[in-house]
């Protein structure tokens, strides 16, 4: 008979996030400062390599908000100020970025590492190194079974957050949001001094990227069919001149081909798609879990943020007993539909924009034209919304018709609750505030037999003239404020 050491007994917890990238550690982090009893488990000991280096300047004020700028700044990372781009046809430009729209590229191992450091301060609790295994949901909460290196344990919980990236860990169908995509990637210890500059470059089958990391090497990744890999007979053994030939071929990129890589060369999936159903009563999925973006765009890593944060205020809606839970699930699915949809429509306006093969299937599959602007989008020169505002000031003005005040699930301070929100087809989603103001009221006071200046002086009594003056042209630009018949 063999006597085992007694089994450890389960760790409890009332919110467990699976998986510290940046959507997982960010919400955890979140939940942490609202009071919650978060446990957040990891499988890899930090810092560990991912691929997503280059975040869009998007990602600056987010940073700014949740006070990593200090830390992000000290850390070392770049702020590519300009890049070499081949696209449209075959003429190389050089794009310089203007101040204050520069993007950061970042040693993820580092950056993930700042995001969980700011989780472990607000309290949670994190569990790592430790693979966790199919959650089972059962009457009283979820059981997840983990591994750590001391062994097996067991953490119950009574809300999970899945934020494990491509791997999924709960599983469920997705929707592909475009055509199945392979990247191929490594990095390089650039010889050729100065080093090549951030470079995109569209080529027959697919397109390369390229930039500087924090550490000295160079990335190179190239984005293709899965067809091009099965065609070329491509072996994992030789990928890597696969990859050789891709950058060979490249006019920006071509340097690199007769390097050889400090790393081993990779290949992974990068399809978009999008859960259908990423949030119940007692779940939800974040960042790549949720949905997965075309990389074209390098927004992976601001939207994972951005779903942290309204995963967040959303489990907190579901998690106290007054809650608004049918606002806070309806939020959450739609603010990531609406990301999703905006995205494939960018991403399709880019593939568009490539002529020299757009006949070629991989350039067929994925271009999809923006449709042409109306009227009210035209870039005829007109004159500032001010300016012409000045020229309503005395003219009865009204919202237009198709503007409708309709019952929307907002963010109101740290949960989701119904709010009144302008609709109208010239905007992308209802809005509910601008500028941290109540829209309703302020389009409520455009119904009646208004000129504009008694409108700003009726806004006026809850809002700095400076600041009605902004919504009014805010109005104005969308063709929202129209003048009486
Ligand atoms: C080829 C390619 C290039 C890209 N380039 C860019 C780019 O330039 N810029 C950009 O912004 N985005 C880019 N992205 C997207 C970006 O990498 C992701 O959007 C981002 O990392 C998503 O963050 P996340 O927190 O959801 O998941 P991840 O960052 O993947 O984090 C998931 C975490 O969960 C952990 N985990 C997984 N399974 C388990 C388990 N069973 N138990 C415990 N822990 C687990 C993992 O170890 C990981 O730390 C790219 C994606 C691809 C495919």
Same mark, same amino acid.
């Given at each position: 008979m063999s006597v085992g050491a007694a089994p450890a007994s389960p760790i409890d917890t009332e919110i467990c996030v699976l998986g510290a990238g940046p959507a997982g550690a960010l919400c955890a982090r979140r939940l942490g400062e609202l009071g919650h009893r978060v446990l957040l488990v990891e499988? #890899? =000991?930090?810092p560990r390599p991912h691929i997503g280096e280059a975040l869009t300047p998007a990602v600056w004020p987010l940073l700014d908000s949740l006070g990593l700028l200090p830390a992000v700044r000290g850390a070392g990372f770049l702020t590519p100020t300009w890049s070499s781009v081949r696209w449209a046809d075959e003429q190389v430009r050089r794009v310089r970025l203007p101040a204050g729209t520069c993007g950061l590229t970042v040693c993820r191992g580092r950056f993930d590492q700042l995001l969980l450091d700011t989780a472990r301060a607000a309290g949670v609790t994190v569990l790592q190194p430790a693979r966790a295994h199919r959650p089972d949901r059962r009457a009283e909460g979820w059981e997840v079974p983990v591994t750590t290196p001391d062994g097996a344990r067991l953490l119950r919980a009574r809300f999970l957050v899945d934020a494990t990236g491509r791997s999924r860990i709960l599983g469920g169908r997705v929707t592909r949001t475009g055509p199945r995509t392979v990247a191929l990637y490594a990095a390089w210890q650039v010889e050729t001094r100065p080093s090549p500059p951030t470079c995109l470059e569209a080529g027959p089958h697919g397109w390369l990227w390229g930039t500087p990391l924090p550490n000295g090497t160079y990335r190179a990744m190239a984005f293709t069919d899965p067809e091009q890999l099965h065609r070329s007979g491509v072996r994992r053994s030789s990928l890597a001149g696969f990859l050789r030939s891709l950058l060979g071929g490249s !006019?920006?990129? /071509?340097?690199? $081909?007769g390097e050889r890589p400090a790393s081993a060369v990779a290949v992974c999936d990068a399809t978009g798609y999008h859960d259908?159903?990423?949030? $119940?009563e007692d779940r939800i999925s974040l960042g790549e879990a949720a949905f997965a973006l075309d990389?074209?765009?390098?927004?992976g890593v601001d939207k994972a943020l951005q779903t942290a944060m309204a995963g967040a205020v959303t489990v907190h809606t579901l998690l106290? =007993?007054?809650?608004?839970r049918k606002a806070a699930l309806a939020y959450y699915r739609d603010s990531q539909l609406s990301s999703v949809e905006q995205h494939a429509r960018w991403t399709g306006g880019h593939y568009a924009e #490539?002529?020299? #093969? /757009?006949?070629?299937s991989f350039w067929r599959r994925r271009a999809r034209p923006l449709p042409a602007p109306g009227p009210a989008a035209s870039p005829a020169p007109s004159p500032s919304p001010r300016t012409s505002l000045a020229a309503l000031m005395h003219r009865r003005v009204r919202l237009a018709p198709a503007g409708r005040l309709t019952s929307t699930p907002c963010v109101v301070g740290d949960q989701v609750a119904l709010r009144p929100a302008l609709t109208h087809p010239a905007l992308p989603r209802p809005v509910a505030y601008l500028g941290g103001h109540a829209l309703a009221p302020l389009a409520e006071a455009l119904?009646? !037999?208004?000129t504009l200046a008694e409108a700003l002086r009726a806004w006026g009594r809850t809002l700095p003239a400076e600041q009605a003056l902004a919504v009014a042209a805010w109005l104005y630009e969308r063709d929202l404020l129209v003048l009486q018949p």
């Open positions: 499988r #890899h =000991p930090f !006019e920006l990129l /071509r340097g690199l $081909a259908l159903d990423p949030v $119940a990389p074209l765009s390098s927004s106290d =007993p007054g809650g608004d #490539h002529l020299p #093969h /757009r006949g070629n119904r009646g !037999e208004h």
